[in-house]
């Protein structure tokens, strides 16, 4: 059995052999640790190949895919900013004043892949892919051709978040019917309204399983 | 049935007379001969099954065939979590009962979609397709609240008299047999359900709103 690489050791692992590839490190601040790799759309199949085939890493199994929805944010900054205000005497002074500027943060959806080796016994090594936002450009490169067992499961992601993988043999609807439209798995996604809680006839049941309801 | 016949009949068994009506023997044997469809749907089909085996033992209700085909049942129980994209199949499977047939909509899903109601996928209760007779509350419900709805219904069948505005459903020339089958729409079943059943007020369920 032989140790997985860290993370930064993987990143830098892969910069090396496939030049060109930009991969970020995601680091997991929980007790776990689980550090993951942001990989971009062009060389992220490469880099798959090469998680796969390096004879070190060998991870030839990928256990999980999933998605993630990240809404879009509105974070807040507090920034100085130097200003001429008026003084007490009427002159103007230089002061530093507070100002809060409101910094919109495009959200995104995000598959993520699970790797381990059953060869080398070691893992996981979680990758990461972005699509640039929520909307109309939510593609991603599919990595059903580096390995098999993606397939359902990106289906899934497909059919729940609408991440479409780009290089799918058969990206269809998994778990709901063609024809469904929305996808539910996403934060803003609001069931139909007439799905709605409407009132049950608990009073005309009553009645009808009690003998007062013979006539 | 009125008292003073009651009391009469009482009197004659007494003097070792037996007398009955074609009411009360069409219905003693309705009610004594519900064979139930092999047709579970999630965990309360487990309990269902353990009704049926020897501990407790459904076959003293003469339930005890369950049928591999709609058309040779008499009793659909709705046992688990009807899923949307199960919905149709479930409405599908009661249309191609025959006439008399009854619904038991077991454990808290059947009925209003227990824990999965808030859920994208889950239909909120059978009842908004097709007619349920007796509901059974419980996540599962054991077998003894099982054998309960299986009595319950026994005593509705033996109560349904076969005259009369409350007669039983196939006895209504022109209630149907046939429920609509809900479609797989853009958003979620159409229609979301079947007002005719869902929100039928008539103290009846089993009367048809005309």
């Known amino acids: 059995m032989s140790a997985l690489p860290t993370v930064e050791d993987l990143k830098a692992q892969i910069e090396a052999s496939l030049p060109g590839a930009a991969v970020t490190v995601i680091p997991n601040g929980s007790p776990s640790a689980q550090h993951s790799l942001l990989l ?75 790797l381990f080796s ?39 992601a497909f059919d729940l978040y609408g991440i ?18 929305d996808f539910p798995m996403r934060k803003d996604y609001v069931p139909p309204a007439d799905d709605s809680l409407a009132p049950l006839p608990f009073a005309s049941l009553q009645r009808a399983s009690t003998k007062e309801a013979r006539p | ?86 919905a149709p199949q479930v409405v599908r499977l009661y249309n191609q009962m025959p006439e008399p047939k009854y619904v038991i909509a077991m454990g808290a899903c059947a009925i209003s979609g227990g824990p999965f109601r808030d859920g994208y996928n889950v239909l909120r209760g059978i009842d908004r397709y097709i007619p349920v007779d007796v509901h059974i509350p419980g996540c599962p419900p054991r077998p003894e609240a099982l054998i309960h709805a299986f009595m319950t219904l026994q005593k509705k069948i033996d109560e349904q008299a076969l005259r009369g505005e409350s007669r039983p459903r196939h006895l209504h020339a022109d209630a149907p047999s046939e429920f609509p089958v809900p479609e797989f729409g853009a958003h979620g079943l159409e229609p979301a359900q079947n007002d005719e059943v869902f929100l039928n007020e008539t103290g009846n369920p089993l009367r048809v709103i005309q």
């Open chain 1, 164 to 181: 479409v993988f780009d290089g799918h043999p058969d990206l269809r609807r998994i778990l709901m019917w063609e024809g469904f439209q």
């Open chain 1, 40 to 114: 971009d759309h062009e060389h992220a199949r490469a880099v798959a190949l090469f998680l796969r085939d390096h004879p070190d890493l060998r991870l030839d199994f990928c256990s999980l895919v999933t998605g993630v929805d990240w809404l879009d944010t509105e974070t807040t900054e507090k920034i100085k900013v130097k200003k001429m205000v008026a003084g007490p005497d009427g002159s103007e002074i230089e002061q530093e004043v507070e100002e809060t500027r409101k910094m919109k943060v495009p959200g995104y959806l995000e598959a993520i892949y699970h």
């Open chain 2, 1 to 86: 049935m009125a008292d003073d016949l009651k009391e009469l009949k009482i009197e004659l068994s007494k003097n070792g007379i037996f007398t009955t009506t074609l009411e009360e023997l069409y219905n003693w044997g309705r009610k004594n001969s519900v064979w139930p469809l092999t047709f579970g749907l999630a965990c309360c089909a487990i309990e269902m099954i353990a009704t049926t085996m020897a501990r407790y033992d459904l076959a003293r209700f003469g339930a005890e065939v369950f049928r591999p085909s709609p058309r040779q049942a008499d009793l659909i129980i709705v046992s688990g979590t009807v899923t949307k994209k199960m």
């Open chain 1, 118 to 156: 059953m060869e080398k016994k070691h893992g996981p090594v979680i990758l990461r892919l972005r699509t640039a936002n929520r909307t109309d450009q939510t593609h991603v490169p599919s990595l059903t051709p580096v390995w098999r067992s993606c397939e359902f499961q990106e289906r899934e």
